[in-house]
């Protein structure tokens, strides 16, 4: 667990982080499951305190970033449940996605479409743009500090390009992993072709 | 223009705590632990690396200070230095002059106040 915290951090306090484990231990202070939880809590504020020490990084395009990623939760949501919908339903179940939400994207396929592919569409768009203009306004930032200033946009906005080639592609991407992983790049343009119409 | 430090800003009830912690005597990070969930009547449980993060916040702050034990072991002890005696000063101050503010204007009449502008 210590070694999932910034190495700035570890190199100063694993020795204090160990003797205290071994303190509460001695006594029996805590649960597992409390230190595991204060861990959660405070990785991920550490790297925050960690890109600000040591890389001077003020995040930039959070709203774009956030409302991006408002707007990938629906897909993602859509995803997280059909992929264990479809597992259930492999071992001779109903599937819940196809009664319940696959009913309702089935009936109101304007729904479908815009939670499929107009929020992605738009969560890249946003960030594109956002992204576009942070780059003319911080013009004297060096290209590492400009993407790790804008880490959170840039992913969303590579997410969302992602997601919005999802539905069309979805057949044809796990084929086209599938030759590559099998035959290299040697046949790539057969494949190509024989992936687009799977 | 007067720039804001901890020592006269408002302090979060983490540092706080281990500022009042540390205001009896120097004491390594278990230590701390125990000591602000005794003072905060069980009200703040951290865990090692919500301390250990705060205690590298507050010493870049210059709130508080590592010291070598002097009793030879390997544990790393912490105690407060002026600017955190300072803001720890303030902060109590703060919390005396509103209990004594609470004591004037009758605890209940302060409570009809709260209560009044909660569902106004």
Redesign the interface.
Same mark, same amino acid.
């Given at each position: 667990m210590i070694a999932a %915290?910034p190495a700035s %951090?570890r190199k &100063?306090?694993k020795?204090?982080?160990l003797? =205290?484990?071994d +303190?509460?231990r001695e006594d029996a !202070? !805590?649960s597992d499951w409390?230190?595991i @939880? +204060? !861990?959660i !809590?405070?990785?991920p504020?550490?790297y925050v305190?960690y890109f600000h020490?040591t890389m001077k990084i003020k995040f930039k395009n959070l709203p774009a970033a956030i409302a991006g990623a408002a707007l990938l939760l629906p897909f993602a949501l859509l995803v997280a449940i059909a992929a264990p919908a479809q597992l259930l339903y492999k071992l001779g179940y109903a599937n819940p996605v196809n009664v319940g939400i696959g009913q309702i994207i089935g009936t109101h396929v304007g729904l479908g479409t815009v939670i499929l592919i107009f929020f992605p569409i738009a969560a890249f768009l946003i960030n594109f743009v956002a992204l576009i203009w942070a780059g003319f306004r911080d013009r004297e930032l060096t290209v590492k500090q400009f993407v790790a200033g804008n880490v959170f946009s840039i992913v969303i906005m590579i997410l969302g390009f992602g997601f919005a080639l999802f539905l069309p592609f979805h057949d044809a991407i796990p084929c086209f992993v599938q030759g590559i992983w099998q035959n290299g790049f040697n046949n790539f343009l057969p494949l190509m072709n024989a992936c687009r119409n799977a | 223009m007067k720039q804001k430090t901890p020592a006269n800003d408002l302090l979060t009830p983490a540092v706080f705590y281990i500022l009042l912690a540390l205001s009896a005597q120097e004491r &390594?990070?278990?230590d701390i632990?125990?000591q602000v969930k005794t003072d905060s009547a069980g009200a703040v449980?951290?865990?090692?690396? =919500?301390? %250990?993060?705060s205690l590298?916040?507050m010493m870049?702050d210059e709130l508080v200070e590592e010291v070598a034990s002097k009793t030879g072991e @390997? @544990?790393?002890y912490y105690r407060l230095t002026i600017k955190g005696k300072k803001a720890l000063g303030g902060e109590l101050r703060r919390f005396a002059g509103a209990v004594k503010f609470a004591k004037e204007k009758g605890l209940k009449q302060l409570l009809a106040l709260r209560w009044t502008l909660d569902t106004s």
């Open positions: %915290y %951090y &100063h306090f020795e204090s982080l003797q =205290t484990f +303190d509460m !202070a !805590a409390f230190i @939880r +204060d !861990a !809590a405070s990785i504020m550490q305190n020490e | &390594h990070g278990y632990m125990k449980a951290m865990g090692p690396g =919500t301390l %250990y993060g590298k916040r870049n @390997r @544990r790393i």
